[in-house]
């Protein structure tokens, strides 16, 4: 099994929207209900974002949001803030295993 | 509250088991799902595998032939063992509760193989 596809690089301004894509096949995100975001600060734990593809965690800000369609994961984060600056990865259930995206740096311009 | 903490030699020789253990506090190893996940220096994340609160298991398929997951219930614990592992295996591991998603995560330890 091949890990989920992410762009490497995504940046935006202060105050704008930006949108990360995890792709994979109908083995994995198309046919999963199970897909989970998660950010990672430098030298930390990675902290979840977004489970079962749109449910936020209490405590994490509605900015963040998870979508879904066809085999393509969505990962939409409104009103960047300086401290949004981190990796991010997705995570999708495939059968019985799980799969991790090559993760996206996130740039605060 | 809900913390977890891996331990476990930073150090290992190629060709030799790597041991962690995970140890729970503020709930109960015989509930939830608990995961094993991995992150080589400088790059993404790797599922390695989870263990159900009754033993149950499920090994990433590239791992499988080397690895074992196992609870120790009396301890409030549950580990991993990695065998003939060689400088690939060199990675921050860290633990998490649940199976398929993971709001819970040790702090992570970095294991690093080496003679």
């Known amino acids: 099994q091949s890990a989920l596809t992410q762009p490497p690089s995504a940046s935006g301004s202060p105050g704008q929207s930006v949108t990360i894509s995890c792709t994979g096949t109908s083995s994995d995100v198309g046919g999963s209900n199970f897909v989970s975001w998660y950010q990672q600060h430098p030298n930390k734990a990675p902290k979840l974002m977004i489970y079962?593809?749109?449910k936020r965690p209490s405590g994490v800000p509605d900015r963040f949001s998870g979508s879904k369609s066809g085999n393509t994961a969505s990962l939409t984060v409104s009103g960047l803030q300086a401290e949004d600056e981190a990796d991010y990865y997705c995570?999708?259930?495939?059968?019985?295993?799980?799969?991790f995206g090559g993760g996206t740096k996130l740039t605060v311009l | 509250q809900v913390q977890l903490r891996e331990s476990g030699p930073g150090l290992v020789k190629p060709s030799e088991t790597l041991s962690l253990s995970c140890t729970v506090s503020g709930d109960s190893i015989s509930s939830y799902y608990w995961t094993w996940i991995r992150q080589p220096p400088g790059q993404g994340l790797e599922w390695i595998g989870y263990i159900s609160y009754t033993g149950n298991t499920n090994y990433n398929p590239s791992l499988k032939s080397r690895l074992t997951l196992s609870l120790v219930t009396s301890k409030n614990q549950f580990s991993l063992k990695l065998n003939s592992v060689t400088a690939a295996d060199t990675a921050v591991y860290f633990c998490?509760?649940?199976?398929?998603?993971?709001?819970?995560w040790g702090q992570g330890t970095l294991v690093t193989v080496s003679s």
């Open positions: 995570s999708s259930f495939a059968g019985n295993d799980i799969l």
């Open positions: 998490a509760r649940g199976g398929s998603s993971w709001l819970y």
């Open positions: 079962e593809v749109t």
